[in-house]
């Protein structure tokens, strides 16, 4: 069993079979992605950094935000799930391991390419947890498209509206609710850095949203408010099977990093656990690359 703790060699840490080919429809669910992701259920344990916070995760029903809502509340923090409708069952699951820490878990499924609903969202939040301290924007669109002449207008907007104008609807409403000390934290790629020709539309959102990151977290700073990015490398999770990548790469996924391997999404969750804790106190605009050892800018 893979540790959080224990001292082990990173390389053949988290061994997964090898991944076959498959299409997962829709965004996918963690229930049907083959071999299973480790989202840290069995190995992440809490030490008290998150005690009484009350945090936001969109994308949590699956991959890095489940593993992110578990380790959160086994810090001590009551959650928001957002993730589609057709989620459900992912959310359902996430929702019975945070209730079994005795921490709260609220269910929020709705669409936040739409305006309405990513402000309804937040509000939501803020009435069930009775405020809000931290902001984790995980969610995120990545189809592959070989051709940029078989990219429609309606998918290039979808990406943009998903991964960079949610993240502004939602951050706009959050931050007349946001104290001193609270934390957001947004979620690029090391597409942001290595586009692959595949991911045009994508890999600019990614781009975006470490800009956007940096020029927030400088005008929020005067309020105690920090902004930061986590850009994770090749993650094993829905979002790759269901479109993200061609599946005939599936099987080779995450091996051209310098580790040789796909990450977890249990590997990133301490990541996002140090950036909204007081731990991060002087840390700000900064992306921190959880991607096995890939250089970056
Ligand atoms: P995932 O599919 O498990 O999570 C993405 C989630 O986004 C979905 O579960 C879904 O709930 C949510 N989502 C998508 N569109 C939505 C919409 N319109 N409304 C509400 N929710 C929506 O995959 P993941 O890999 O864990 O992705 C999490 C984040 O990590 C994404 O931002 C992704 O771009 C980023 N990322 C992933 C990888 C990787 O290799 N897996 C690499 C770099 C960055
Ligand atoms: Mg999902």
């Known amino acids: 069993m893979t540790d959080q703790h224990t001292l082990t060699n990173p390389i053949t840490q988290y061994q997964m079979p090898e991944p076959p080919e498959q299409s997962l429809s829709g965004t996918g669910l963690d229930s049907e992605l083959v071999p299973t992701a480790d989202h840290g259920q069995d190995s992440y344990r809490g030490s008290g950094r998150l005690e009484g916070r009350k945090a936001l995760i969109t994308g949590g029903d699956s991959g890095i935000g489940r593993a992110v809502a578990i380790a959160y509340a086994r810090e001590g923090a009551d959650v928001v799930l957002s993730y589609l409708p057709e989620e459900q069952s992912d959310a359902d699951d996430v929702a019975a391991l945070v209730r079994a ?3 709260t878990c609220v269910l929020v499924p709705g669409d936040i390419a739409d305006e309405s609903f990513a402000r309804e969202l937040v509000r939501r939040a803020v009435d069930e947890l009775g405020g809000l301290d931290i902001l984790a924007n ?3 669109r990545q189809k592959f498209v070989d ?5 429609t207008s309606e998918s290039f907007d979808l990406t943009f509206k998903t991964n960079v104008h949610a993240l502004f609807w939602i951050i706009q409403e959050a931050l007349p609710h946001l104290p001193a000390g609270a934390s957001i934290i947004n979620t690029s790629s090391i597409q942001a850095y290595k586009p692959s020709p ?3 539309d994508y890999a600019t959102t990614k781009a975006a949203i470490n800009t956007l990151s940096k020029a927030l977290a ?4 005067p309020q105690g408010i920090r902004v930061n990015v986590v850009a994770p490398g090749p993650i094993w999770t829905p979002l790759q099977a269901s479109g993200g990548q ?3 790469k599936l099987p080779t996924f995450g091996e051209q990093t310098p580790y040789g391997r796909a990450g977890q999404p249990a590997e990133l969750a301490p990541a996002y656990v140090f950036l909204a804790s007081q731990e991060s106190s002087y840390v700000s605009g900064e992306t921190l690359n959880v991607n096995g050892g890939t250089p970056t800018p």
């Open 246 to 248: 061609p599946p005939a």
């Open 147 to 151: 051709e940029l002449a078989d990219l």
């Open 198 to 200: 595949n991911l045009v």
């Open 138 to 140: 995980i969610a995120g």
């Open 218 to 221: 400088q005008q929020l700073a």
């Open 101 to 103: 820490t005795g921490r």
